[in-house]
């Protein structure tokens, strides 16, 4: 499974929209690109998933370039309650692989008022 | 609300003792996951099931053991417990065999005296 390397922390104001970049330089052609989010003590929370180019939901854009060595979490116009920590999870989502999640550190999002 | 539960919310038990944490998925999702948090080793993942048979193995120490019933809901089973299995236990459930947006339960948080 490839690894995954986030900031460790960032800081945002309410109102503000959040870019948080994953390197994932050794992604393998089948592997998918997956963030999670997690509020103290309550279990993770899937956000988004991609592969490439850009996909877009309700809550959040992922941005992942051609080359896909690296993703963007994109958070439009964040409020207080979007404190957390945002995981980004790299592996494939189909065929015979196991689909077990390999958390990294995440990052932890502070959003101030 | 994920739609996975999970008991008992709370453990607290001595050194030496065995517990067993109890979790149902979500309507219909035959896959559950079984996760550790602890604040030194982050989210790693332990064991999983698809349809009751095991499907993948983590960092699960063989004093842990899991099992799921027919009617999909599991346990896992912690025996001769140490000051360091004290952490948050999580449970997921996914609808696909392989699937990454996994639904985590509200957690178990397991306290070793």
């Known amino acids: 499974l490839a690894k995954t390397t986030q900031p460790i922390s960032m800081d945002s104001y309410e109102g503000q929209e959040v870019n948080i970049t994953c390197s994932h330089n050794?992604?393998?052609?089948?592997?998918?690109i997956t963030w999670y989010q997690q509020f103290p003590s309550q279990g993770p929370r899937f956000i988004i998933q991609?592969?490439?180019t850009k996909v877009t939901n309700e809550v959040a854009s992922l941005f992942i370039p051609a080359d896909r060595k690296s993703s963007t979490l994109s958070l439009p116009r964040v409020s207080l309650s979007d404190t957390a920590v945002y995981y980004c999870?790299?592996?494939?989502?189909?065929?015979?692989?196991?689909?077990?999640?390999?958390f990294g550190t995440g990052t932890l999002l502070a959003v101030q008022p | 609300d994920s739609g996975v539960t999970q008991t008992p919310k709370h453990l607290i038990t001595a050194t030496g003792q065995r517990v067993t944490l109890r979790c149902s998925p979500r309507?219909?999702?035959?896959?559950v996951y079984w996760y550790q948090q602890s604040l030194d080793q982050g989210l790693q993942f332990l064991i999983q099931?698809?349809?009751?048979?095991?499907?993948a193995k983590g960092n699960i120490l063989e004093r842990f053991s899991a099992q799921q019933f027919p009617d999909l809901h599991s346990e896992l089973n912690l025996s001769s417990l140490e000051l360091g299995d004290s952490a948050l236990y999580f449970c997921?459930?996914?609808?696909?065999?392989?699937?990454?947006?996994?639904?985590f339960g509200p957690g178990t948080r397991l306290t070793v005296l």
């Open positions: 999870l790299v592996g494939p989502n189909y065929g015979g692989a196991t689909n077990k999640l390999i």
């Open positions: 991609g592969y490439k």
């Open positions: 309507s219909g999702d035959l896959s």
């Open positions: 050794n992604i393998a052609t089948n592997d998918y």
């Open positions: 997921a459930s996914s609808a696909a065999r392989q699937g990454s947006e996994q639904f």
């Open positions: 099931y698809y349809n009751g048979e095991e499907r």
